[in-house]
């Protein structure tokens, strides 16, 4: 349309001028809600500004953190020639080491290598595979994405042209978990819909089901013939324990379900920049798993060709060697517990402040995020007066918090909050 | 399991719902141990997941929504090296993919990137997020490498450059662009051109259509079909160049056709979208390899160019390219930009971070940057070097008087030998020589010590086979 325009507009103009105005009718493009928060924050000038937005780990100092398991990983793989021919043997070994850790090393699956496992362009790579997978094999397919989720989720799957629709999940009032109206529209869904759901740490929630509620839905999804696709982006971050953070996945699997996965190591091992993730879909045999994985890694050649393998080649050296491995076990052991801790020192902050609201979502909700319960006003407010930088929808990285802060972020908090929503 | 419930319910309400409740009270208790709760029910003698049609419903359940998807066709490039490293035969030779091997026919770390990566390894950079449009100083660093750092474009900051997946992934980028803004422009690709050009555009829904390029009966450009094909496209057609070293031909314009080609372009009102894979590879030279580039930018044309570092750098498998949109104005480039991070936001968030920085540590370092020079000099030198053996060796051992000259006059890593299918599968089972079944051999993967192992093989594929 635009082009038609400037084409029967500009045929009185010379053949040169004609020439240059292909992206006269490219509009600015919205800025993305949440790595627009980092840039704020850079751009902020003052030194008690915290920038609680991205969900990137730091340390009680606020800085960036390289573990020390990646640091031996990195002196073990140095000097070693990591050429076109090794780097599809190590990818094979990420992705035998990543379907490990989430499902099991001794689960059936794994066992019998009835999963189409390939390496992904870390969480927001690994979900845009299967989009684009879910949208060749299944195109009249609709996926259900928990409200709220992710962001980046609802960019995903309109981009691979994928009708999406969403699912109850946060009550705000209880600030937790609506799981009569989550079980709900499970039910009434049509049967054999896909839904996307964060098996720990829900983002930006921080609220997850018990153990029961997940047997409960994983019970439903059978009902149904639902399809479930897990975006695990944060095992171990949850509770601290690998395992215990994929225990969802796990009922899931007990029950018979032929899951998708996406899983990230951005955050349980710091490799953030390196964009290392892996994707899972498990099969009835092995015959299946061929065939699926040759057509994602088709839709992936025609995307990237193939994954960088610096970071590969870390998570796989980490997850293969036992020793470097135990000491990451205890390395997000060690971020988890920092995490938890500033939750209870932001919470006792508050109460010691006085301030009359409840809190006691902030050490129940669970993982990185904490959903505050801020509205966009107080949000604003936050950064404006205290330099204090989160998401509009209220939700804080409590990474971003330290010993240091804490106080001032508190402080802040209550006061823009004493006086209830309306001030 | 409960969907077995649901169809014994049929039979007997009472006894089926009750076992139901009772379950459902099992679940409540939350008995700890996941594994003892599947046994028991493994136990129950109401479910029997394996024999009558009323469980339908629980077998059911449990076959895969992908059943019907069948094994994707090995990838034609790819499948090369699979088959290769298959062969136990001694003397094989794999002319398949495009990646530099040393005279030892060893895969090449050049030194300049270890240089990098140690330096990298001393600092002990954070691995946080790039942004998504990537790594700052990378982005400077390849648009001016593209460009020339004193180039119009640069200065008046017409360049919306973002850091891709190497080739492949800008080039996707650069589809989806295509896809989003021009609905129903189509793409010109040469005719032959990399086979995952195809793959690129069709997965991003961009229609695109082939313009003459190869001639079998020259073995060289065939440049009236092209200018033909160009004007005959529809105007505003996006035309996709090979910025230089034209894979898999090798078959370059010269810069007089270049300037025809940007002529008919013009003319025509079409796009120019160059895809510039071997810059430096080609003559040795980087500027020389982007003439064509600046050729057409300095007529003051908007052009795309997408970049890849995996062959210049050997950095084949850190994923390291651009896309380059060059505008006629700032405030065009600043809304490109922002329209290209939102299309690569929902497909990988934001590029890797290893393979920037070896780019911009090497180019951004003066010694370094000579010295990378000098490497590439020495990989395109070698390149020549059995690029010459081998027509030395062609002119020596075929006797009917075929000219095998075209073999000097491409250039860079490929040659399009002219063999056919037959004749190339012949290369394989016969001779063990692996390459793409459109007689595309790689050089890069070729030595002095083998030219005349070669050579007899291509002589007589030739001429014995049709």
Not at chain 2, 300 to 326: D, F, T
Request: charged share 20%.
């Amino acid at each position: 349309m635009w082009r038609h325009q400037l084409m029967t507009t500009s045929r009185c103009f010379s053949t040169s001028i004609r020439a240059l105005h292909w992206w006269d009718h490219v509009c600015p493009a919205p800025k993305d809600p949440i790595t627009s928060v980092t840039e704020a924050f850079l751009a902020d000038t003052s030194p008690v500004k915290i920038n609680l937005g991205v969900g990137a780990y730091r340390d009680d100092e606020g800085k960036p953190v390289i573990l020390q398991c990646l640091r031996d990983a990195e002196a073990k793989i140095a000097g070693c020639d990591f050429l076109e021919s090794i780097s599809s043997a190590v990818s094979s070994k990420l992705v035998e080491e990543s379907v490990k850790l989430v499902y099991g090393k001794d689960s059936d699956v794994i066992k019998e290598g009835r999963y189409a496992g390939v390496q992904a362009l870390s969480g927001t790579g690994a979900c845009r595979l299967f989009a684009e997978f879910q949208k060749r094999f299944h195109p009249e397919s609709q996926i259900y994405l928990p409200n709220p989720t992710w962001s980046n989720h609802h960019n995903i799957w309109r981009d691979a042209q994928v009708q999406q629709n969403t699912f109850s999940y946060y009550h705000p009032d209880l600030k937790g978990l609506n799981f009569t109206a989550l079980m709900d529209d499970v039910k009434n869904a049509p049967d054999g819909s896909f839904f996307l759901l964060h098996p720990c740490a829900h983002n930006p929630t921080g609220v997850d089901p018990t153990e029961e509620q997940w047997r409960e839905i994983s019970h439903q999804f059978k009902v149904k013939n639902h399809f479930p696709f897990f975006d695990m982006a944060y095992q171990g971050f949850a509770s601290g324990d690998l395992d215990r953070d994929a225990l969802s996945i796990r009922i899931f699997l007990e029950d018979g379900h032929l899951l998708g996965c996406a899983q990230s190591f951005a955050k349980n091992m710091g490799l953030y920049g390196h964009r290392v993730g892996c994707l899972s879909v498990l099969c009835n045999d092995m015959k299946q798993a061929v065939a699926i994985k040759s057509q994602l890694q088709k839709i992936a050649r025609a995307m990237y060709s193939s994954p960088p393998v610096h970071g590969t080649s870390l998570v796989s050296t980490v997850l293969s060697d036992p020793d470097i491995k135990a000491l990451w076990v205890k390395e997000v052991k060690g971020m988890a517990n920092r995490i938890q801790t500033m939750r209870t020192n932001l919470q006792e902050s508050l109460w010691q402040l006085g301030s009359s609201l409840n809190w006691q979502h902030i050490t129940n909700q669970v993982g990185m995020f904490c959903f505050s319960g801020l509205t966009p006003k107080q949000v604003d407010w936050l950064a404006r007066e205290f330099h204090i930088y989160m998401t509009h929808d209220g939700r804080m990285s409590m990474a971003g918090v330290t010993t240091g802060n804490v106080n001032y972020l508190a402080n802040a908090i209550n006061e823009v909050t004493k006086y209830g929503e309306n001030a | 399991m409960a969907s077995s419930m649901l169809s014994l319910a049929s039979a007997s309400p009472s006894a089926s719902l009750s076992m139901h409740d009772t379950l459902k009270g099992k679940v409540r208790l939350g008995s700890g141990n996941l594994t003892a709760w599947f046994h028991k029910e493994k136990s129950n003698p109401f479910i029997n997941t394996k024999s009558s049609g009323r469980i339908s419903m629980a077998v059911a359940v449990n076959v895969s929504r992908f059943e019907g998807i069948t094994m994707a066709p090995p990838d034609p490039i790819l499948g090369v090296s699979e088959a290769f490293k298959a062969d136990n035969d001694e003397k094989k030779l794999n002319l398949g993919v495009g990646a530099y091997r040393t005279e030892e026919l060893q895969p090449y770390v050049l030194n300049v990137v270890k240089k990098a990566e140690n330096l990298m390894l001393e600092r002990g950079e954070y691995k946080e997020y790039l942004p998504i449009e990537g790594l700052a100083a990378f982005n400077k660093v390849t648009a001016e490498l593209l460009l020339g750092a004193d180039n119009t474009v640069i200065k008046q900051q017409r360049v919306a450059t973002v850091q891709g997946l190497s080739g492949t992934g800008s080039l996707r980028l650069a589809a989806a662009l295509i896809e989003r803004y021009f609905p129903g422009a189509k793409v010109l690709i040469s005719s032959p051109t990399w086979g995952n050009h195809k793959n690129i555009f069709n997965d991003a829904r961009v229609p695109w259509s082939e313009y003459r390029y190869y001639d079998p009966k020259t073995v060289g450009l065939d440049f009236e079909g092209m200018i033909a094909d160009l004007k005959a496209a529809p105007e505003g057609s996006f035309i996709l160049l090979h910025g230089c070293a034209h894979n898999p031909t090798g078959i370059d314009p010269t810069p007089e056709q270049w300037e025809k080609i940007a002529d008919v372009i013009q003319e025509k009102n079409h796009i120019p979208f160059f895809d510039v894979a071997y810059q430096g590879f080609a003559s040795g030279s980087l500027d020389a390899d982007a003439a064509s580039v600046r050729l057409f930018a300095a007529r003051g044309m908007e052009l795309l160019v997408a970049q890849s570092y995996s062959k210049n750098l050997g950095l084949y498998a850190e994923r390291i390219g651009a896309i380059n949109v060059i505008c006629s104005s700032v405030d065009a480039a600043a809304r490109v930009k922002s329209q290209l991070k939102r299309l690569a936001r929902p497909m990988y968030s934001n590029p890797p971070v290893h393979g920037a920085r070896i780019v911009a540590n090497v180019v951004g370092d003066p010694t370094l940057f000579d010295e990378w020079k000098a490497e590439m000099d020495m990989m395109a030198g070698r390149i020549k070097g059995v690029r010459q053996k081998l027509f030395d060796s062609l002119s020596a051992k075929d006797k009917s008087g075929k000219d095998w000259s075209f073999i000097l006059k491409q250039i860079g890593m490929f040659s399009f030998t002219g063999l056919n299918k037959a004749q190339s599968e012949n290369m394989t089972n016969k001779w063990h020589v692996y390459m793409t079944k459109d007689g595309r051999i790689s050089l890069a993967g070729l030595n002095l010590a083998k030219c005349e192992y070669l050579a007899d093989a291509i002589v007589d594929s030739y001429h014995n086979v049709s």
